[in-house]
Structures are given as structure tokens and as C-alpha cells.
């Protein structure tokens, strides 16, 4: 049997003071026997940010009078989001066009 606690529940507020910020949470497991306890700990050591893979649409900057680019890109199969104002494309496309400089963030 095992117990998964959140940091900020009865039984992990102790690990919580140790732990700080970094303690995702804490279990509590019982031997099959029902004669021991073990509690073990999930603690957050890394956190960066997600890097866009290739595959994943990413939204390029291109000015209306920008035409013959608009043409490439609209070979290439990027799509016109007007709400974002931003040509959607995927990122090996921008890669191989060389457009990395005009990715801005969507939404």
C-alpha cells in the first residue's frame, strides 16, 4: 500500500519545511508485511524551458510587402494566422529558410 502526498498536506509539511520549494511530493509506502514504513521524497532539481522541436508550428514574422518571401513561405506550406498576424510554420521550415531571426511568440 503507498500514500502520495502533496507538499502542502498533513504528513508532508514537515518534508516541506526541509525541503522548500523544491519537494514535488512525498509517499509513504508500507512493506506487505505491515511491519515497516518507508517515505521517500520527489524533489525538483532542474527546471529550464522547452526548446520547440522541429516538428512543433512555430509563427514568423513576414511584411505584407515582403512578397517573394510570402511566396516561399506559402510553398512551403505555412499557413496565415490572422489572429496572431504571424505566418505558422513548422521549425525545420524556418530553419531551411533561414527565418529564425523572425520567429515571435503566438497567442
Excluded: F
Excluded at 521524497?41 to 511584411?63: M, N, S, Y
Excluded at 504571424?86 to 527565418?99: F, I, N
Amino acid at each position: 500500500m503507498s500514500k502520495k502526498l502533496a507538499p502542502d498536506t498533513a504528513g508532508a509539511i514537515k518534508l516541506a519545511q526541509r525541503y522548500g520549494d523544491k519537494l514535488v511530493c512525498v509517499r509513504h509506502r508500507i512493506s506487505p508485511d505491515g511491519q515497516t514504513r518507508v517515505t521517500t521524497v520527489e524533489l525538483a532539481v532542474e527546471q529550464a524551458p522547452l526548446r520547440a522541436k522541429a516538428t512543433d508550428l512555430v509563427g514568423v514574422d513576414i511584411a505584407y510587402n515582403e512578397r517573394q518571401l510570402r511566396s516561399v513561405v506559402l510553398a512551403a506550406g505555412a499557413q496565415w494566422s490572422p489572429k496572431d498576424k504571424l505566418w505558422l510554420m513548422p521549425l525545420s521550415v524556418v530553419r531551411s529558410l533561414g527565418l529564425q531571426d523572425r520567429i515571435r511568440k503566438s497567442g
